[in-house]
Nanobody, 120 residues
Framework: QVRLVESGGGLVQPGNSLNLSCAASGRSFSGSAMGWFRQPPGQERQFVAAIAWNGQTRIYADSVKGRSTISRDNSKNTVFLQIYDVKIEDTAVYFC?????????????WGQGTQVTVDS
């Protein structure tokens, strides 16, 4: 059974950094793209970032471009998301994904999500 388990959510103060991790199990995703989506309160789920299987291509939503980094460790079947200088509008449930690519191709797998609240 494939599982994607996010960690690192919680309360973050504006201007600080957010560090999320996602550990995959049940199969290897070393040959698949992985990514992150988020769902702000009262809004639809939205794309955040994606990384190619070899880490050489990364794409970001405009809302986080320039202040975020997506990375992966294929030896640990894990993907990471860092958002720097977080803003109130970064408050959302963050979902890890595997397969697919950005908004072009939907993910094959989703995690359960982790809540991130940006508040002072």
């Amino acid at each position: 059974q494939v599982r994607l388990v996010e960690s690192g959510g919680g309360l973050v103060q504006p201007g600080n950094s957010l560090n999320l991790s996602c550990a995959a199990s049940g199969r290897s995703f070393s040959g698949s793209a992985m990514g992150w989506f988020r769902q702000p309160p009262g809004q639809e789920r939205q794309f955040v970032a994606a990384i190619a299987w070899n880490g050489q291509t990364r794409i970001y939503a405009d809302s986080v471009k320039g202040r975020s980094t997506i990375s992966r460790d294929n030896s640990k079947n894990t993907v990471f998301l860092q958002i720097y200088d977080v803003k109130i509008e970064d408050t959302a449930v963050y979902f890890c994904t595997a397969g697919g690519w950005g908004t072009k191709f939907p993910p094959d797998y989703w995690g359960q999500g982790t809540q991130v609240t940006v508040d002072s």
